[in-house]
């Protein structure tokens, strides 16, 4: 917790004073961490409380359970703790990545992990109800539950012979009465420690690939008249959240397991979806009378570089500064807006080991979900608020909170920020090989429309390509003209999977039909922006067709923004 008493009521109202004298806007204004990827001490929890109180937050969701580490007491099934609340591995990377996916027990040698006890987490629902704020649980089901199955692994769906257990596939086995008693036993327990009115049980990613050759799902569903086993997963979700609606709570989900969620189209809806995949999602799921929390991935979450990534600590990808989040805007749905109960920022720790790094992701970037879940639409404006998101940084420093240096950002990559002219902007542009359908950007005009992309890949103006020689490109000027020089950027991000071109071809041609290499000594070094390398080539001669060719390593993207003539 925060050093005093005093001190923690002068940052609420520093933080918040106009903020709490209004109605809110939102009756949900969430933070969600993850704590399974790392455990983090109750302290740092009751800290973090005291400043997401201050600023208007007023639900703590805490991820108690994935693949990374089981971290809540369940009495009558021990094994989850004494099993997988331990990894052998603190590095992520090392442990998941890697494939060494090993669990520990807290006499193992270097075991890194840990668990709640119910009374610390009795006692920290109570510190939080007394500063304004409901905490949530999450159980994760089907899916990310690794670490169930590798304590309770007769909860794996069957092989095909009927006789032997499939691979731990991080799926529950939806057709075997085991997993709802375990289910049932874990969420009585999670009940009697979280008052909270939603109990959220997961939902998302779940790959499902285990129940397609397991010979009791496709009894199962046979048996119900579901026309795969994939439908199972609305079968256990249905199941599940009956079965707690029963015991007076709602359930939560994220919206992949929308699907089999108990909807009520009277007043009194009983269940929400946490939207992450986008407000188009949140639309269609408003329109079929769910109420829907919004926390998109693209403004919420919050394990993204929150600047240049190349000036940060290592994040999980992506780039989500504090304007990107402030522009998040609940009120522009068109869909009944009273089913949109509010908003959330999410906190995923794969690349987030310590609890100073985890409040350097936090804030400011939360005081913006704040800000809208209070005021809405009637918000202060950007200038106004990056100001105030600026003084409160500093404020937090010096209460001992790491909270990032707003005074210090890099900000956008200068060349995203307004549009290019050059002799190829609007050149057609002839595809050898297709772009990737995941990442198109603008289409087919994509790299001749003056816009350069940002620091991801996933900003829309980055396009992708995958495989050999993926791409291959001939851009039509339209006429012949005298080129000084042409160039291309790449990005490089080997965390995901992105790489630089192993080969990179250029030729040139005056009919379209006879092409001219350039030669390699007119390809200059790479001219780097942080992730981001620039290939030149001094051309000074006439042209009107260029051909572009170039191939990553053998499993590797290529991404490339704009090819630009001068």
């Known amino acids: 917790m925060l050093r005093s008493t005093l001190t923690a009521l ?12 209004a109605q809110p806007a939102y009756a949900w204004r969430g933070c969600m961490i993850d704590v399974s990827r790392h455990f983090f001490a109750p302290s740092f929890l009751q800290r973090q409380i005291d400043v997401l109180s201050a600023a208007g937050i007023n639900r703590l969701h805490l991820h108690l359970t994935d693949a990374g580490g089981w971290r809540i007491e369940i009495k ?25 996916r090993q669990y520990a027990t807290p ?24 500063r304004g704020i409901s905490i949530v649980p999450e159980i994760e089901m089907p899916g990310h ?22 691979p731990n596939t991080g799926d529950l086995c939806p057709s075997a009465e085991e ?37 009791r799902c496709q009894a199962k569903a046979k048996a119900l008249g579901l026309s795969s086993t994939d439908d199972l997963q609305a079968y256990l979700i249905g199941r599940v959240a009956r079965w707690v609606n029963a015991r007076g709570r709602r359930v939560l989900v994220w919206d992949e397991a929308a699907k089999g969620l108990p909807v009520d189209d009277g007043a009194d809806t009983k269940n929400a979806v946490m939207v992450w995949h986008g407000t188009d999602v949140a639309e269609r799921l408003l329109a079929q009378g769910y109420d829907v929390i919004l926390t998109p991935a693209d403004f919420c979450y919050l394990d993204y570089y929150q600047d240049a990534p190349h000036t940060q600590p290592r994040a999980f990808g992506g780039y989500l500064p504090l304007r990107k989040v402030y ?28 609890e100073a790094q985890a409040e350097y992701m936090l804030y400011p970037r939360i005081l913006a979900i704040a800000e809208i879940g209070m005021k809405g639409a009637r918000r202060r404006s950007w200038k106004r608020f990056r100001r105030y998101g600026t003084e409160q940084c500093i404020e937090l420093q010096r209460q001992g909170i790491n909270a990032f240096n707003l005074q210090s950002e890099t900000g956008q990559r200068a060349e995203s920020c307004s549009p290019l002219k050059h002799k190829a902007r609007g ?20 790299l001749t429309d003056g816009l350069r992309g940002d620091w991801t890949h996933t900003d829309g103006r980055w396009q992708g390509f995958y495989g050999k020689e993926a791409l291959d490109i001939t851009l039509d000027l339209g006429r012949q003209q005298h080129l000084r020089n042409l160039s291309a950027d790449f990005m490089e991000n080997l965390g995901a999977d992105i790489a630089l071109p192993e080969t990179l071809t250029l030729s040139v041609s005056a009919d379209g039909r006879s092409f001219q290499e350039i030669s390699k000594s007119r390809l200059q070094p790479t001219k780097a922006s942080g992730p981001i390398h620039r290939y030149l080539w001094n051309l000074n001669a006439p042209a009107r067709y260029l051909r572009l060719q170039a191939a990553p390593p053998a499993g590797k993207w290529l991404f490339t923004d704009e090819i630009v003539a001068q």
């Open 145 to 166: 539950s690794e670490e169930v199955l590798t304590a309770y692994p007769t909860l794996r769906c069957l092989q095909p012979d009927s006789a032997t257990l499939a």
């Open 76 to 100: 009558s099934r021990p094994l989850l703790t004494a099993l997988t609340a331990w990894r052998t591995q603190s590095d992520w990377d090392a442990w998941w990545v890697g494939g060494d």
């Open 327 to 354: 522009a998040l805007r609940p009120e522009s749905l068109k869909a009944d807006k009273g089913k949109v109960l509010g908003v959330q920022g999410n906190l995923w720790t794969e690349y987030v080991p310590t």
């Open 10 to 21: 002068f940052l609420a109202a520093s933080l918040s004073a106009s903020a709490q004298q």
């Open 179 to 215: 997993t709802y008693a375990l289910l049932r036993d874990v969420l009585e327990e999670v009940m009697a420690v979280f008052p909270s009115e939603y109990i959220h049980i997961g939902g998302d990613e779940a790959n499902r690939t285990a129940w397609r050759n397991c010979p």
């Open 427 to 446: 050149a057609m542009v002839a595809y050898h090989r297709p772009y990737s359908k995941y990442y198109p950007a603008g289409g087919d005009v994509a």
């Open 107 to 130: 006499t193992t040698p270097r075991a890194y992990g840990g668990y709640y006890t119910q009374n610390e987490l009795q006692e920290l629902v109570a510190y939080a109800r007394a």
